[in-house]
C-alpha cells in the first residue's frame, strides 16, 4: 500500500475492501436476517483452521473509500454486517457513524483482539485462544460465539463466559471442517450447560456465502 493511502486507511478513511455481499446472516442471534456484509481485509491473529485466509494481507484488498462503501451498503439492507478479517485492525469511527447516520442497524464481528472503536448497534464477539480480546470489549459484547475445534474449546469458552456482561448471549458454534464430530459434542455440553445455546453456520447448509 502506498504511504499516503496508508495513512488514510490507518484514519479509517478509506478501508481495505475484501467483498461486501448482500445474503442471509448465518450465525448467532441474528441468524435468518437478511444482512449486508461488508468484508474487510487485514488479520493477523493466525488461526489454524481460519475460513478466510485470503482475509489476512490486507495489501491484497483494494483501498476504498468509507462514504463510498456506506452509500452502497445503504441501498441493499437495513441492517449491515461488519466482518473481515479483523475489521478492529482499523478505525471504525467513520464508517460506523457515516452507516447510522442514514438508520442502518450497525453490528460487527470482532474477535476483540483490537482497541474497540466504532459505534454498534450487535457486537458478535468472537475470541480466539491467539490473541486475547482487549479487557473493555467484555463489557459490551451482545453475543459471545465460541468457535469449537475440540474439546479444549469447552474450557476457554467458559473462561471467556467469566468475562462477559449479564446481558451477554452465549454460543458454541463447531468449526466448519469438525462439525461432525464436535456437533454431538456441543449438544451435549448446551443440553448439560444450559446457559449456553448452539450456533450453527447456516448460510452453509443453505449454500449462501
Ligand atoms: S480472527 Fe477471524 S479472520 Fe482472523 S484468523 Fe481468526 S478466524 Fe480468521
Redesign the pocket.
Known amino acids: 500500500m502506498k504511504q499516503d493511502v496508508q495513512q488514510l486507511v490507518e484514519r479509517g478513511e478509506f478501508l481495505p475492501l475484501m467483498e461486501e455481499f448482500y445474503t442471509i446472516q448465518g450465525e448467532g442471534y441474528h441468524k435468518g436476517t437478511a444482512a449486508y456484509f461488508i468484508r474487510i481485509g487485514g488479520?493477523?491473529?493466525?488461526?489454524h483452521?481460519?475460513?478466510?485466509?485470503e482475509?489476512?494481507n490486507a495489501d491484497l484488498h483494494p483501498a476504498t473509500e468509507t462514504l463510498k462503501i456506506v452509500d452502497n451498503a445503504a441501498k441493499y439492507s437495513d441492517t449491515i454486517v461488519v466482518t473481515?478479517?479483523?475489521p478492529l485492525t482499523w478505525d471504525m469511527t467513520l464508517l460506523t457513524s457515516q452507516l447510522k447516520a442514514k438508520g442502518l442497524n450497525v453490528h460487527i464481528e470482532?474477535?476483540g483482539?483490537y482497541k474497540l472503536t466504532g459505534i454498534w448497534d450487535w457486537i458478535c464477539l468472537?475470541p480466539?485462544k491467539?490473541?486475547a480480546p482487549t479487557e473493555e470489549i467484555y463489557s459490551k459484547a451482545d453475543e459471545l460465539k465460541i468457535?469449537v475445534y475440540n474439546r479444549d474449546d469447552f474450557k476457554f469458552a467458559e473462561e471467556q463466559a467469566i468475562k462477559v456482561n449479564d446481558k451477554c448471549i452465549l454460543y458454541l458454534q463447531p468449526e466448519w471442517s469438525k462439525r461432525d464430530k464436535m456437533i454431538p459434542e456441543i449438544v451435549d455440553y448446551v443440553m448439560k450447560n444450559p446457559k449456553w445455546k448452539v450456533s450453527l453456520q447456516t448460510h452453509k447448509y443453505l449454500n449462501i456465502p
Open positions: 488479520c493477523d491473529v493466525g488461526c483452521w481460519c475460513d478466510v485466509k482475509s489476512w473481515g478479517g479483523e470482532t474477535s483482539a468472537s480466539k491467539m490473541k468457535i
